[in-house]
């Protein structure tokens, strides 16, 4: 059995469900850091697991994530200091390439730092590190054509914030949609009193 525990566990910042209602103490960690599209993997697992086998891949579909600083940033003004075994993190945008067929996946922080990855039909997770100033960018690419492109409107990363926040921003898009993401905003590093653990 398998069951999603943290629909909008906002204070915990692994939540999937859209942002919407009371944010007890999490509000800091959590206004502009969407997670909805992590529901497409979602969606696709839930099928293969209710089913028995994966289902037939009709779409192309990118999703990246990142921190909004690095993982041993010092924070000017923060209250409450970083989660335990915040050590542990990488530095990284992360990537979920769902391809239909072989192709090839970009992954992006700066117009001078990028990565290319030769992907089969399936699912790939893929990284690249990003340093402070990097921004988050993906396009899976056929036949020399852009099938998705992934941007990450506002988005920098943070050497040194006011606030620590170890939430992730996500964005995500498909070769029949390819839509966006709310743009990040800097608010969501304002001060904040409350998780002690995240992913």
Same mark, same amino acid.
């Given at each position: 059995?398998? +069951?999603?525990?943290?629909?909008?566990?906002?204070?915990?910042?692994?939540?999937? =469900?859209? #942002?919407? =209602?009371?944010?007890?103490?999490?509000?800091?960690? !959590?206004?502009?850091?969407?997670?909805?599209?992590?529901?497409?993997?979602?969606?696709?697992? %839930?099928?293969?697991?209710? $089913?028995?086998?994966?289902?037939?891949? $009709?779409?192309?579909?990118?999703?990246?994530?990142?921190?909004?600083?690095?993982?041993?940033? /010092? %924070?000017?003004?923060?209250?409450?200091?970083?989660?335990?075994?915040?050590?542990?993190?990488?530095?990284?945008?992360?990537?979920?390439? #769902?391809? /239909?067929?072989?192709?090839? @996946?970009?992954?992006? $922080?700066?117009?001078?730092?990028?990565?290319?990855?030769? @992907?089969?039909?399936?699912?790939?997770?893929?990284? #690249?590190?990003?340093?402070?100033? =990097? !921004?988050?960018?993906?396009? #899976?690419?056929?036949?020399?054509?852009?099938?998705?492109?992934? !941007?990450?409107?506002?988005?920098?990363?943070?050497?040194?914030?006011? $606030?620590?926040?170890?939430?992730?921003?996500?964005?995500?898009?498909?070769?029949?949609?390819? /839509?966006?993401?709310?743009?990040?905003?800097?608010?969501?590093? /304002?001060? +904040?009193?409350?998780?002690?653990? @995240?992913?």
């Amino acid at each position: 059995m398998i +069951q999603i525990l943290t629909w909008n566990d906002y204070g915990e910042s692994h939540y999937v =469900g859209p #942002i919407k =209602g009371a944010l007890p103490d999490s509000e800091a960690w !959590t206004i502009g850091f969407n997670h909805t599209a992590f529901l497409d993997v979602h969606k696709f697992y %839930a099928q293969a697991f209710k $089913t028995g086998s994966f289902p037939e891949i $009709t779409e192309d579909r990118l999703v990246i994530w990142s921190r909004p600083h690095a993982a041993l940033a /010092s %924070a000017s003004d923060d209250r409450v200091g970083p989660p335990k075994n915040f050590d542990l993190f990488q530095d990284n945008v992360w990537a979920l390439a #769902i391809t /239909s067929a072989p192709g090839k @996946v970009i992954l992006e $922080t700066s117009p001078t730092d990028s990565k290319s990855f030769d @992907v089969l039909r399936g699912v790939t997770k893929l990284a #690249i590190p990003i340093s402070p100033g =990097g !921004t988050m960018k993906g396009s #899976i690419e056929r036949n020399g054509q852009k099938v998705v492109e992934v !941007t990450a409107p506002g988005f920098t990363f943070q050497a040194n914030p006011d $606030t620590f926040n170890y939430n992730y921003f996500v964005a995500g898009a498909g070769s029949k949609d390819n /839509s966006s993401p709310p743009p990040f905003t800097s608010s969501s590093l /304002s001060p +904040q009193s409350s998780p002690t653990t @995240v992913p």
